[in-house]
């Protein structure tokens, strides 16, 4: 079992930055592969970044890619988003999700996932 507590949300302005935190709880965090998802209000969520269980590998969506850096530090049991150059349209609440065994081809579906986090609001403004 694994518990998801974001934090970070903002509001700010339009180029300026934000660096998200996904807190997990539990010995095995290290073992989970971890995304990010966002969702504005009246669209569907929206896949934004992922990294695998060991940071080997990460994914981006193309409307973050070069903006954004997503990371973790496994001894702190936390996934880090750091998104640059923000714009209007980043506006959202951004959720981390976390699961043990999903495959990566599959980490930019929300249905990959087993564990969700609350969401934490990210307002931009222009």
């Known amino acids: 079992q694994v518990q998801l507590v974001e934090s970070g949300g903002d509001l700010v302005q339009a180029g300026g930055s934000l660096r998200l935190s996904c807190a997990a709880s539990?010995?095995?965090?290290?073992?989970?592969?971890v995304g990010w998802f966002r969702q504005a209000p009246g669209k569907e969520q929206e896949f934004v970044s992922a990294?695998?269980?060991?940071?080997?590998?990460?994914y981006y969506a193309d409307s973050v890619k070069g903006r954004s850096t997503i990371s973790r530090d496994n001894p702190k049991n936390t996934v880090y988003l750091q998104m640059n150059s923000l714009k209007p349209e980043d506006t959202a609440v951004y959720y981390c999700?976390?699961?043990?065994?999903?495959?990566?081809?599959?980490?930019?579906?929300?249905?990959?996932?087993?564990?969700w986090g609350q969401g934490t609001q990210v307002t931009v403004s222009s």
């Open positions: 990294i695998t269980w060991n940071g080997d590998s990460t």
């Open positions: 539990g010995r095995t965090f290290s073992r989970y592969s």
């Open positions: 999700a976390a699961d043990e065994f999903a495959h990566p081809v599959r980490l930019r579906f929300g249905s990959a996932y087993d564990y």
